[in-house]
Nanobody
C-alpha cells in the first residue's frame, strides 16, 4: 500500500484547508485509514479515522471542526480531511496512515498502523 498526502499550507486562524491522501494497493476496501499529526519533540497525535464499516472517529480537539471522508476510484482510494475553523494549535505535520489488521480499540494508536504517507505541513497563524 502506498500513501501520498497533499494539500497542506499556510492558513490564518478561522480559515479552512482540505488535505488529501491518495492510497493505492491491494484490497484497500478492507483497510482502516486515519490522519495523525505531529510536531517536533511531541508524540504523534490521533486526528481522525475511517473504520472498515465507514464509521468515523475524531479526536476531541478537532470534533465539530474537521471532517474525514473517503472516495473510491476503481481499486484506489483518496481520503480527505476537511479542516474548518483552524486554530494555531492545529499547526503540525499531518500524516495519513492505513492498516488492514488494526482492531477498533486501537484506531487512535499510531503504532497500530503499518502504512504511512510522507506527511503534509499545515501552519496556522493567529
Amino acid at each position: 500500500v502506498q500513501l501520498q498526502a497533499s494539500g497542506g499550507g499556510l492558513a490564518q486562524a478561522g480559515d479552512s484547508l482540505r488535505l488529501s491522501c491518495a492510497a493505492s494497493g491491494r484490497a484497500l476496501r478492507s483497510y482502516v485509514m486515519a490522519w495523525f499529526r505531529q510536531n517536533p519533540e511531541k508524540e504523534r497525535e490521533f486526528v481522525a479515522a475511517i473504520g472498515r464499516g465507514g464509521h468515523l472517529y475524531y479526536a476531541d480537539s478537532v470534533k465539530g471542526r474537521f471532517t474525514i471522508s473517503r472516495e473510491r476510484a476503481n481499486a484506489d482510494y483518496t481520503m480527505y480531511l476537511r479542516m474548518d475553523s483552524l486554530k494555531p494549535e492545529d499547526t503540525a505535520l499531518y500524516l495519513c496512515a492505513a492498516s488492514s489488521t488494526i482492531i477498533t480499540s486501537n484506531y487512535r494508536v499510531s503504532d497500530a498502523y503499518n502504512y504511512w504517507g510522507q506527511g503534509t505541513q499545515v501552519t496556522v497563524s493567529s
